[in-house]
């Protein structure tokens, strides 16, 4: 029996709405995405147009991933308070202001503080984009295929942001990797004045826990960049450090004794929790870490153009949505240890391989040689996320999601402090890239006995 006219124009509304809300998300996902990488192949010539050296390039890349990070665990609750819709369009508006300031910033400190708003206004978004999704998606079967599109296109950014970041800076200049936000930031806010107001759910923000999580990633990053560049016995490198363990210390105690903390420390009785979170680390530090030192190899070392740098990543990164998608084929049908150690193992064969670079490798076989790190983590994400998110109970799934994004950020920011300094610390280059190669593939190995020591589960054993 076919469905009266009435019912068909409002269900064809109700799909156009879903469609809208779809854009809204997608486009601010992978704006968010985009800016996490676009930049690092422009930080050669940011360097030259604003000074600063090693400290300020990792300062620029760090800035963004350090508040994004550090915000990600309570932007979820204010999400939930404010209404995803109004969270979402007030980070849009933030990020496209942000994006603006970094790109007309007259010297590195303005950059620097343009990026850290940055990437405050993209841990508002992250949240409140996958809460969209939901709520334009209330069937269950068509949210998953939304939320898979969803995930396809932060893919899709993070494999395009070197090679988007090269062919700006080449043609335009390294400011316009900040000004294409500004019409993209504008279509998806027209978008979202087609979607529905959000509704809001009593969420408590837990601000001691958020403030003392801030202190401690920022001091720790600022001792490890600094430390690098002037030496970690220097009184205000071993300040910072020491201010980062007490705040740590205090932020462990907030949420040890709060009454609404935003990170719950049972979560972490869970071994699978514990080896997601450090095998989400330490594939970020592998992946991001090793996109800062190759893009700052081939063009301060090797002497190519942004854009060339830009094109060498190509390999590395085009296949990675493909990867992602064939990764949650192989977790349903072998369990999800399978991908996540043929991950593992794929990645800690590339970075091995990259210890080999030399000062005159041929260029196309540095790109050949980057591209199982690329596609070691683009076969683990997808089964690591699906594990952690079958440990949990359902109602810590969005906490333990949120965990686990703030882990891979911190690795990601951590690999780029670390490898930064090794850099710096070294009178040859490539004596630094080798040790951060070896530093990552030695993590890695860690990871992969750790998945390897997780009982079986259910798929594994039918395996």
């Not at 999400?79 to 508006?93: C, E, H, P, T």
């Not at 970020?284 to 090797?302: D, I, K, P």
């Not at 994004?405 to 040859?428: D, H, P, S």
């Not at 630094?432 to 030695?442: E, H, K, N």
Request: net charge positive; with cysteine.
């Amino acid at each position: 029996m076919s469905k009266p006219p009435v019912a068909v124009r409002a269900s064809q509304r109700a799909r156009g709405g879903s469609r809208v809300v779809l854009g809204a998300a997608l486009l601010g996902f992978f704006l968010i995405s985009l800016d996490a990488l676009i930049v690092t192949v422009a930080l050669p010539d940011i360097g030259r147009g604003l000074g600063g050296g090693m400290t300020g390039q990792q300062w620029v890349v760090d800035g963004y991933t350090l508040m994004f990070a550090a915000l990600m665990l309570s932007a979820g609750a204010l999400s939930d308070r404010i209404g995803a819709k109004r969270a979402y369009g007030g980070g849009l508006v933030l990020f496209a202001v942000a994006s603006a300031a970094c790109g007309f910033a007259p010297g590195l400190g303005a950059l620097v503080i343009a990026r850290l708003v940055q990437g405050a206004a993209a841990a508002v978004m992250m949240p409140a984009s996958l809460a969209l999704v939901r709520q334009g998606f209330p069937d269950q079967a068509e949210r998953a295929r939304a939320i898979a599109i969803w995930t396809v296109g932060g893919a899709v950014a993070v494999a395009a942001g070197p090679v988007v970041g090269g062919a700006l800076t080449a043609s335009v200049g390294w400011r316009w990797i900040f000004f294409v936000n500004l019409p993209a930031g504008l279509l998806a806010l027209v978008l979202l004045a087609r979607v529905p107001v959000s509704p809001r759910l009593p969420a408590r923000l837990d601000a001691v826990g958020q403030v003392t999580a801030v202190v401690a990633m920022g001091a720790l990053t600022y001792g490890v960049i600094e430390g690098g560049d002037q030496g970690f016995g220097r009184p205000l490198v071993v300040v910072s450090l020491l201010v980062a363990a007490a705040a740590a210390a205090a932020f462990l105690a907030a949420q040890a004794r709060g009454a609404h903390p935003m990170l719950p420390l049972p979560l972490f009785r869970s071994r699978v929790v514990m080896v997601s979170l450090l095998v989400g680390f330490m594939l970020n530090a592998a992946y991001y870490g090793g996109v800062f030192v190759f893009s700052l190899y081939l063009q301060q070392e090797r002497g190519q153009s942004a854009l060339h740098a830009g094109l060498m990543f190509i390999p590395m990164t085009a296949l990675v949505a493909v990867v992602n998608l064939a990764s949650a084929k192989l977790a349903g049908r072998f369990g999800p240890r399978v991908p996540m150690v043929a991950g593992q193992l794929a990645g800690t064969a590339g970075l091995v391989a990259l210890v080999t670079v030399g000062a005159h490798t041929n260029v196309w076989t540095v790109a050949a040689l980057m591209v199982p790190v690329g596609l070691g983590g683009a076969l683990t994400v997808p089964a690591l996320t699906a594990m952690l998110l079958d440990a949990v109970p359902a109602d810590r799934a969005g906490t333990a999601s949120a965990v686990l994004n703030t882990g891979r950020q911190v690795g990601g920011a951590i690999a780029v402090a670390v490898f930064g300094a090794l850099l710096a610390g070294q009178e040859a280059f490539v004596t630094g890239m080798r040790w951060s190669m070896l530093i990552a593939a030695a993590g890695l190995v860690l990871t992969t006995g750790t998945t390897l020591a997780l009982p079986r589960a259910h798929r594994d054993a039918e395996a």
